[in-house]
C-alpha cells in the first residue's frame, strides 16, 4: 500500500508583522517557517499506517519552491520512504486551488491507494486544498478524520471523522480516496539525531507542474487588522457591574 501525504510549510508570525516593499509580503526577518501542524500530523498517519501493514510506503509531497525543503526533510526524519517537491514559477502559495491541480499531478504519477492532507493549514486555514485535490482527480474524499482504520488486503478503510459539538461519523471510504486529518488526530513522534542527520542527506524527488495553473489568485497588498476607537467600549466600575455588563453584551449578540 501507497500512502501519499501532502504537506506544507506555513509562515508562523511570533511577533508584530514588519511587510516587504510593496506590501504583498511579510519580510522573512520578521517570520518564521514551519511545516504546517495539521500536515506534520497527516505524514505521522501515513507513517503509523504503513508501518502496520506490509509492503508499506509512505511518500511526503509539497508543492513549492526549493527553500521548502526542510519541511520534507523533516517528513523523511519522521519515518516517510522518499520526498516529492513539485513547483512551477507561475504558481502562487497563495491559490489553494492551482496547487491542489499541481499534487494532483503527483498522485497520478505515483498511483497512491490514499492521499491525506492535514485539514487545514496553520497559516491560511481555508480547508480548501484536501477537497479541490479530490476533485482534479475524481476520486472519492472525506474530511476531519480523527482515526483510519485500513485491514490488510482491504479495499476501502474506516475513518472516524470529528463533525462538530462532540459527535462522530463512522464512514466507509474505497480506496484510491483523498482524506484530510484533524488537529489530535495523533501526537508526531520526535525523530533521533540520527534520523535528522540521515534525512539531510536523503535525495528529494524534484517534479515539474508543466500544466497552466487553473487558478491565478494573487496577493495584492497585506496589512495589519486594526480597530478603530469607535469598535472599543472600555468597561468602567466593580468588579461585578463589569461582568454583569459582559454577561449582557454576550447574551444580546
Given at each position: 500500500?501507497?500512502?501519499?501525504?501532502?504537506?506544507?510549510?506555513?509562515?508562523?508570525?511570533?511577533?508584530?508583522?514588519?511587510?516587504?516593499?510593496?506590501?504583498?509580503?511579510?519580510?522573512?526577518?520578521?517570520?518564521?517557517?514551519?511545516?504546517?501542524?495539521?500536515?506534520?500530523?497527516?505524514?505521522?498517519?501515513?507513517?503509523r499506517l504503513t508501518e502496520s501493514l506490509d509492503n508499506g510506503e509512505a511518500?511526503?509531497?509539497?508543492?513549492?519552491?526549493?527553500?521548502?525543503?526542510?519541511?520534507?526533510?523533516?517528513?523523511?526524519?519522521?519515518?516517510?520512504?522518499?520526498?516529492?517537491?513539485?513547483?512551477?514559477?507561475?504558481?502562487?502559495?497563495?491559490?489553494?486551488?492551482?496547487?491542489?491541480?499541481?499534487?494532483?499531478?503527483?498522485?497520478?504519477?505515483?498511483?497512491?491507494?490514499?492521499?491525506?492532507?492535514?485539514?487545514?493549514?496553520?497559516?491560511?486555514?481555508?480547508?480548501?486544498?484536501?477537497?479541490?485535490?479530490?476533485?482534479?482527480?475524481?476520486?472519492?474524499?472525506?474530511?476531519?478524520?480523527?482515526?483510519?482504520?485500513?485491514?490488510?488486503?482491504?479495499?476501502?478503510?474506516?475513518?472516524?471523522?470529528?463533525?462538530?459539538?462532540?459527535?462522530?461519523?463512522?464512514?466507509?471510504?474505497?480506496?484510491?480516496?483523498?482524506?484530510?486529518?484533524?488537529?489530535?488526530?495523533?501526537?508526531?513522534?520526535?525523530?533521533?539525531f540520527k534520523q535528522v542527520f540521515d534525512a539531510k542527506k536523503a535525495p528529494?524527488?524534484?517534479?515539474?507542474?508543466?500544466?497552466?495553473?487553473?487558478?491565478?489568485?494573487?496577493?495584492?497588498?497585506?496589512?495589519?487588522?486594526?480597530?478603530?476607537?469607535?469598535?472599543?467600549?472600555?468597561?468602567?466600575?466593580?468588579?461585578?457591574?463589569?461582568?454583569?455588563?459582559?454577561?449582557?453584551?454576550?447574551?444580546?449578540?
Amino acid at each position: 500500500m501507497k500512502i501519499l501525504a501532502c504537506i506544507k510549510e506555513a509562515t508562523i508570525i511570533p511577533g508584530p508583522a514588519v511587510f516587504m516593499p510593496g506590501g504583498t509580503d511579510i519580510n522573512p526577518d520578521f517570520k518564521l517557517r514551519r511545516i504546517s501542524e495539521a500536515d506534520e500530523q497527516a505524514v505521522e498517519e501515513a507513517v503509523r499506517l504503513t508501518e502496520s501493514l506490509d509492503n508499506g510506503e509512505a511518500v511526503a509531497v509539497t508543492a513549492g519552491e526549493e527553500s521548502e525543503t526542510k519541511a520534507l526533510r523533516h517528513c523523511l526524519a519522521i519515518g516517510a520512504n522518499r520526498a516529492i517537491r513539485i513547483w512551477n514559477d507561475e504558481l502562487s502559495l497563495f491559490d489553494p486551488l492551482a496547487i491542489a491541480a499541481a499534487l494532483a499531478q503527483v498522485a497520478r504519477d505515483e498511483t497512491p491507494d490514499i492521499v491525506l492532507c492535514g485539514v487545514q493549514s496553520t497559516d491560511f486555514a481555508q480547508q480548501i486544498t484536501g477537497p479541490a485535490l479530490a476533485a482534479h482527480l475524481g476520486w472519492p474524499f472525506t474530511t476531519t478524520a480523527v482515526a483510519i482504520e485500513i485491514e490488510p488486503n482491504d479495499q476501502e478503510a474506516t475513518v472516524t471523522r470529528d463533525v462538530g459539538a462532540g459527535a462522530r461519523e463512522i464512514v466507509r471510504i474505497p480506496f484510491p480516496a483523498v482524506i484530510t486529518v484533524q488537529l489530535g488526530i495523533n501526537r508526531p513522534r520526535t525523530p533521533s539525531f540520527k534520523q535528522v542527520f540521515d534525512a539531510k542527506k536523503a535525495p528529494i524527488q524534484q517534479s515539474t507542474f508543466e500544466a497552466p495553473p487553473t487558478h491565478s489568485i494573487r496577493a495584492t497588498n497585506m496589512r495589519r487588522n486594526e480597530l478603530s476607537k469607535t469598535q472599543l467600549e472600555i468597561l468602567e466600575g466593580e468588579t461585578g457591574d463589569v461582568a454583569s455588563t459582559i454577561k449582557s453584551l454576550i447574551e444580546e449578540n
